[in-house]
Every structure is written in C-alpha cells, then in structure tokens.
C-alpha cells in the first residue's frame, strides 16, 4: 500500500507542487505580482524544472499544453457573465477574459498525472472497449459541459454509458516487480475523490469560489464528484489515444 501511495504521489508531482504553491500563495504575499500572476509564473517554472529534470518527457509536455487549452476553453464559458459558474475574485494581469491563465495549469495537471502513472507504473489493460466508442462519450461528455446551460442534462445518461463500456475493463500496474489489478472504473472514480478532494482547498484558499461559497465558504458539494469522473473519463480517453496513435507509428 505505501508503495502504491508514493508511486502515485510521484506520478502526481506537477499536480501536488501546484496545489502547494496555491496554499502558500494564499498566506504569504508575494512582491510585484498579484497571486494569480505568480501561481502562473511558479507553474511555468514547475514545468520547465520537470523537464529539464527528465521527470517528464516532451511528449508528456505536450499533453500538458493540450489540456491547458481544452481547459481554458472550458473555464471562459464557465466564468463569463451570462454563465458564472464559478468565480476568480481577485485581480491579475495574465488573464484571457475573465479567467487567469493559471487556471489552465489545473486541468493539465490531470493530464500530467495520467501520463507521468502510464509511465511510472507501467500500466497495461484488459478489454478495453472500442475507440470510436471511447472517442464519442469523450465528445458527448465534454459537449454536455457547455449545452447543459441550454438543453436538457444528459449527464446521467453519459454515466450509464460509461459503465456499459468500462465495466470489464482491469487496469494493470507494476509495484515492486509484482503485477496488480483492478476495475478501471474504480480507479476513476479514486482519481476522481483526490480532485474533488482538492478542488475544496482550492476554494477553501479562495483561488476559486463557487456562487455558494461567496460569503462563506462551504464544502463543494459532492455532486462536483461527478463532473470530476467525467472529466477524468475524457482526460483518460485523450491520453489513451495519444499513446495508441504513437505506438502505431
């Protein structure tokens, strides 16, 4: 168990050092810039360091760089007026909108952590479902993000489908020479618990702030849960694909 914990905190490097610098940042002032500002500044360097360092390959770079843009894309509609699902209540100058660019950085430290484990814990699968399927729930999943505002949710739908495509599929890893398993859905949805998990001091350090939590602050509630495995589902499937496509060639 301690083993799998430490792989994991390894694999989830970029993620934890960010979070970290998102607490600090939330007691300490720093100079010059606003804290929106060097939390965009301190993740930049974060990646190069990992890179530099060969904790990260450019390929997995690229990744990063991926999900910081579908990211974005997803917190402008999210943050604009008409929608304000969530709120950044503090001012900086490395923004797009009405969103700080270091927001991008959260998304892909998602993608960063699913790389980094392929990697770091050797992971191999079993029956996994067709890709053209995969490819479709990604869309469907990240399409109801945004038509949700307008239509009908269709997010319980998109759940059922989830497990009618995974619900055979064992995920592999490698600890200390010995090979493990469990059901991927499992593991989406422990991956799932960590975010929401640091989604609450992310909010409870007021880098971002639900409509609820603008006078005081509450825990997100934990339908956020949800939208979390549905986010890790697409980041997974991306992933998966990338990787798919590079063997190939």
Request: cysteine-free; hydrophobic content about 55%.
């Amino acid at each position: 168990m301690l083993s799998f914990i430490v792989r994991q905190a390894w694999a989830a490097l970029f993620g934890g050092l960010l979070l970290i610098a998102i607490v600090v940042t939330s007691y300490v002032e720093l100079p010059w810039l606003s804290r929106y500002d060097w939390l965009f500044v301190i993740a930049v360097l974060i990646q190069l360091a990992m890179l530099a360092f060969r904790l990260e390959r450019p390929r997995e770079v690229l990744i990063i760089l991926i999900f910081h843009l579908v990211g974005l894309a997803m917190e402008l509609f999210k943050t604009s007026h008409s929608i304000q699902s969530w709120t950044y209540p503090e001012e900086n100058i490395i923004r797009l909108g009405t969103v700080p660019l270091f927001s991008g950085f959260m998304y892909a430290a998602v993608g960063s952590y699913i790389a980094r484990a392929w990697r770091v814990l050797n992971l191999r699968f079993t029956h996994y479902p067709p890709r053209r399927w995969t490819i479709l729930l990604a869309v469907l999943i990240y399409g109801n993000f945004f038509t949700h505002h307008y239509l009908p949710d269709i997010r319980v739908l998109l759940f059922i489908g989830a497990a009618l495509l995974y619900w055979r599929t064992r995920v592999y890893f490698t600890l200390n020479l010995r090979e493990h398993h469990m059901p991927l859905l499992v593991g989406f949805t422990l991956i799932a618990s960590v975010i929401w998990v640091a989604e609450n001091v992310g909010t409870y350090t007021k880098a971002w702030l639900y409509p609820t939590q603008a006078t005081t602050w509450e825990m997100v509630g934990i339908s956020k849960l949800g939208a979390w495995f549905l986010l890790m589902i697409i980041s997974f499937i991306m992933i998966e694909l990338m990787n798919y496509l590079r063997t190939r060639r």
